[in-house]
């Protein structure tokens, strides 16, 4: 199958037109954002050239420890990111490797099912499937981890008074921060649930867009795209249940005290 | 007989199994060496001090001068730096978290109430534990703090600063505490209402509670005719009884 391929100048005119339009609107609305739409557009437009030219050289040489290495960076990239996002809570440096393991967990139970049994690619490293379905689910579960994170530290400070008050009942951590707990999870879940609700109704995913417009037959597409939507769900329920239990153990002392953080 | 009465009662309208017998004299909580340090700054230096059963520990003194955090810390919701606390002579650091605070209680300045109807709220404490108090458990605990049994079915978060303080209390008593710590129950209340948690807070004691409350109100030291202290830049002073 053949499909339209899209000339650098074309890239250019649409780069252009989303800077006009976007620009026009900050300055209509008095948003004063147009600095950051620029720095925006560019460094999203290199990053993705960027990672293009790193891909056609991944395909080219496929080689299970460079693959390997991009899903590290991927993982690193996503545990830093999620955990730079938290306003309030613990410093970087016990945050990071917390949403490494949340990321991560998550990551791996969505994944290696699904690239063992399911996509099941030849060899098993082969760039072309790994690295782009892993980005899609290691982004959900950074998400995820960062909404997770932000929440129940934000709660945690907020709520102290109803906390210790629980505590003082004779809660556990558990059982003290339990409210927060499901409402940080249930909104972090939310967006993925929806995105199950609506797919296809209100609009198709990037996935299944981007295999049709190459010319992937629309049912292998769609198929492709269920797994996804499945391990969005899962990697979205495991990442952020870890990230919870992390953060709670982040908050109390061993003598279930909530913490100042 | 104030304990064993008020065992009963509680046997009647509370959550669970009477606590053990004492010696009458003995020393129910107990803070030894107790220290808290925030950073370089002593807030709490090395403080010791007792309370027997049915017993009123009135602690007073001036804004800052850690009459709150030394409360925290006899509830174990503070950390110590140093030294400790001991229930009928168990370092509560020998007993799970929750057991402790099950049997020490702690009324903040302002409570908070949690979602749902009063009745939620005094069965909280033994929900946690995985009992659940008959209604009419509930209506003898509202009955303690002098509130009626209609009270049980109203929204927890629509009730007055004086009507949350009582269910408070109620929600505490619940867990059949032996100690009761009171952080300046009345501090947020008008004269007449902050009366009536006075009388409560005597009345935990008839009962056999030790009482340990803390308050910046001289005249309420006297009303409440406790052994008195003062807790001034850390240090905790015994005044003797009112």
Redesign the interface.
């Known amino acids: 199958m053949s499909y339209v391929d899209i000339a650098p100048w074309r890239l250019l005119f649409v780069f252009v037109l989303l800077l006009l339009a976007s620009l026009l609107v900050s300055w209509r609305a008095n948003l004063g954002l147009g600095r950051q739409l620029v720095v925006g557009a560019l460094r999203g437009a290199v990053q993705l050239l960027g990672v293009g030219y790193l891909l056609v050289v991944l395909f080219r040489d496929q080689r299970p420890e460079w693959v390997l290495l991009v899903l590290l960076v991927m993982l690193g990239t996503a545990a830093w990111t999620s955990a730079r996002r938290i306003e309030s809570g613990p410093g970087r440096r016990i945050l990071v490797p917390r949403t490494l393991l949340a990321v991560g967990g998550g990551s791996a139970l969505a994944l290696i099912p699904v690239f063992a049994l399911v996509v099941a690619p030849r060899p098993w490293f082969a760039a072309r499937y790994v690295v782009p379905i892993s980005g899609m689910i290691v982004a959900n579960a950074m998400n995820v981890v960062a909404q997770v994170n932000e929440r129940i530290f934000a709660s945690a400070r907020n709520d102290r008074?109803?906390i210790?008050?629980?505590?003082?009942?004779?809660?556990?951590p558990k059982?003290a921060l339990a409210?927060q707990t499901r409402e940080a999870l249930r909104a972090s879940l939310i967006p993925t649930i929806n995105g199950l609700l609506t797919v296809g109704l209100v609009s198709l995913p990037g996935m299944m867009s981007g295999q049709i417009v190459s010319g992937t037959p629309p049912e292998s597409a769609i198929r492709y795209q269920i797994v996804i939507l499945y391990q969005l769900v899962i990697v979205a329920a495991v990442s952020g249940g870890i990230a919870a239990y992390l953060a709670r153990r982040m908050l109390f002392?061993a003598?279930?005290?909530?913490r100042n953080l | 007989m104030l304990v064993d009465s008020s065992r009963l009662q509680l046997g009647e309208h509370g959550a669970g199994p009477a606590q053990p017998a004492r010696a009458p004299d003995a020393a129910c909580l107990e803070a030894r060496g107790l220290t808290v340090r925030f950073a370089a700054r002593t807030v709490l230096d090395a403080i010791d001090f007792s309370v027997r059963a049915g017993e009123i520990a009135v602690i007073e003194g001036p804004s800052g001068g850690g009459k709150s955090t030394f409360l925290r810390a006899l509830?174990?919701?503070?950390?110590a730096t140093q030294g400790g606390v001991l229930l009928d002579g168990v370092a509560a650091?020998e007993m799970p978290?929750?057991?402790y605070?099950?049997r020490v209680?702690?009324v903040?300045q302002?409570?908070?109430m949690?979602?749902g109807m009063v009745s939620d709220n005094v069965r909280?404490?033994p929900r946690?534990?995985g009992r659940e108090l008959a209604d009419d458990q509930v209506a003898g605990l509202l009955a303690r703090v002098v509130l009626a049994p209609a009270m049980a079915t109203r929204r927890a978060h629509d009730l007055s600063g004086g009507e949350k303080q009582r269910v408070a209390i109620a929600?505490?008593l619940a867990?059949q505490p032996e100690v009761i710590l009171f952080d300046e129950p009345t501090s947020a209340l008008d004269p007449s209402a902050a009366d009536s948690i006075l009388a409560l807070v005597r009345r935990c004691a008839q009962d056999g509670c030790a009482v340990v409350i803390v308050t910046h109100v001289r005249e309420q030291a006297t009303t409440l005719a406790g052994t008195r202290y003062t807790c001034e830049a850390g240090h905790l002073h015994r005044r003797g009884a009112a």
């Open positions: 008074a109803e210790e008050q629980w505590l003082a009942l004779g809660a556990t059982q409210r002392t003598r279930d005290q909530l | 509830a174990t919701l503070q950390e650091t978290s929750s057991a605070r099950r209680a702690y903040p302002l409570p908070v949690f979602a909280a404490g946690l534990g929600r505490a867990n």
